[in-house]
């Protein structure tokens, strides 16, 4: 009986006193940053610029971002924050990255045997992988490993390759690549170049089959507005991209009207395409 | 002559293959095309001074050095400059070029005055001659020689050290060039203590070269170069473990030689100072060791800079069998090359040739914990965890552990028996953490600039608001 007492007295106790610290010592956390807080995906990929899902929302909540920059959070949640706080959001455009070569093993070829480290980063320290294009996708893989939304695929031919529904352009393959053939761009143009070699075209011709020669065909069949030179390849402009239909002037395939040349790659998109 | 010689930690000893060492240095024949890039050291690229279409003389100045650290570059021989562009490097990267067609008649150019009492000449005037001459450390590196001659007043330099150490195997270059040339040799070392204002000269020589012991010993015997016989061990040659074996001075964790009062100088480098001192010849050729066992006849050749690799082969009497593996350097720190287009620079020590019987493929394993690395590593680091680490990207944690102190010898490679690519690791490593440290450097800019900015902005605003009020 006596402990009972005891024990019952000093919970009593020990529960006024936490009570009493946290009411006159106790950190106010803003309510509103919690709200915005559990509308964001907790995923941590850094992809609106900050630090992760936390530092976001202090900073929408403190007025330094605007709600919209995370390129995993659905339109609801973007717009209840946008609710919450009384902003507008930024203008979204869903983005994905795309891998700008499509320089696989049927298309572009190999100079020496590589059997170092299976990864980009590391190849690079070896004659820079040895492909005979040296500006193209050594397709050992880093950019797969460091996707955290399992989005882009090797292939069999050796060329990564992005699945857009799943790629939320969060950029860390952007970083990861080192030969820096990833661009994020928005998800709804319909074409990409797919080579990122400044070279001549007879050179490049040379190394790849896939490769942009630089024949500006492109540019004639979409005007000047559309895509334009850059030196030896063409460049879309993403504000005002080109019809899908310009895809059929390019002798190489270079300039392709899918993502990353799916149409060229892996078993299972030949039967998506069967 | 008592001399005093300590061991440095760890290295191998990797069979010695120098096949080519009785080879005398043979110049090469003019070529009708050669290919200069404009980056042949450490540092920025040189900045050009031709155009396309420019007549140059042999000699002349191709392009300037643009910025602290980097070097000009000369003409190798006379002709027409036909083309600028870029050429395939060593690395396997892109560098900036200018492609040289030759005009056959190899006229010099008006060349720089020569210094040939240069006892006398004030150290100023010969540091700027080796900086006009373009000269870089030959052993490998490519550092802007005129740099490492011009130690802060407050580093006191007290020991001159000649690396002849050679220790890559297959490399004979600088074996043929002690023999060959000691009297320039000499005088080059002479020129380099006389700029650095120091007394004490060691010349380190592995015991694999007695005959070029013997006769730097015979030539030096009236001044005050101290030629010591070094036991053969792989890395003896690196500039670290030169330092501790002739002086037992360590060079402290990112310093340099000079803070511990040392200079190092390859011979080969010393050769080229001497010829730019006393003859006014800027550094447009270099002595290369083209061998393997699939070559013809391997020798020992001089080469202009921009001789392309398959030149070189092709003067060495081309190939017996198909070569597995072309290597520019030597077969422990040398770099796989995939093509022949890549010129010869100022620091192509050699090219190596294997055949399949030579080169082998390997799975790399597990590491199993061994630890011969660890008894291998001449810096004293332990390969095998950093590895593991690096494996995992723990980047952070690697450099906590020493990696970048890695001077990529190559010991640990040699010695791991799992196969496990352990210098690959450490360079890709080296690689990344210096790209960490200048993405944080260019981070922390940024937000400087963009505070200093919001400051002046509010300051302007509100210059009686009380600071931090939101």
Known sequence: MQAVVILLSTGVLAGLAIA??????????????EEVAALTPGANCGGCGYAGCAA????????????????????DNVKKISALLGVTSEVRVRKVAVICCRGDDDMATRQAFYNGINNCRDAMQVAAGAKTCTYGCLGLGACARACPYGAIEITSKRLAVVHPELCVGCGKCVQTCPKKLIKLVPASAPLHVLCSSPEKGVTKRKACK??????????KAAGEGQIRMNGFLAVINYGDPPSAEIASSCPTGALSASIAGTEQSGPENEVINA | MPEIIYQFYGGVHPPQAKISSQDAIVSAPLLERYVIPLQMHIGA????LVQKGNKVLRGQMLADASAFVSAPIHAPTSGLIKEVTTCLGVLGTQLPAVILESDGEDTPAEPLAPIPNWQDSAPADLLRRIGDAGIVGMGGAAFPTVIKLSPPPEKKIDTLIINGVECEPCLT????????????????????ARILGVKRILLGIEKNKSDAVDLMRNKTQDTSIQVCALDVRYPQGAEKQLIYTLTKRKVPTGGLPMDIGCVVQNVASVYAIAEAVIDGTPLYQRITTVTGTPLQSPGNWRFRVGTPYAEAIRLAGGVTEDPVKIISGGPMMGVAVYSLDIPITKNTSGILLMSGAEVSQYQSKSC????????????????????VQ?????FDLAESWHVMDCMECGCCSYICPAGRPLVQHMRRAKADVTALHQAAKAAKAAKEAREAKEAAKEAKNSPASAPGKK
Request: proline share 8%; aromatic share 4%; charged share 20%.
């Open chain 2, 390 to 394: 690096i494996e995992n990207e723990s």
């Open chain 1, 20 to 33: 009493l610290v946290v009411k006159f010592f106790g950190v106010q956390s803003d309510p509103l940053l």
């Open chain 1, 210 to 219: 896939a490769a942009c020669i630089g024949c500006q065909k492109c540019v």
């Open chain 1, 56 to 75: 976001y929302a202090d900073a929408m909540v403190s007025g330094e971002a605007k709600p919209g920059l995370c390129p995993a959070m659905s339109e």
């Open chain 2, 173 to 192: 270059a600088d074996h043929r060039l002690m023999l060959e040339s000691p009297d320039k040799i000499i005088a080059g070392m002479q020129i380099c």
């Open chain 2, 45 to 48: 690229p040189a900045r050009l």
């Open chain 2, 368 to 387: 199993i914990r061994c630890g011969r690395c660890n008894d291998t590593c001449p810096m004293q680091l332990m390969p095998g965890i950093l590895s």
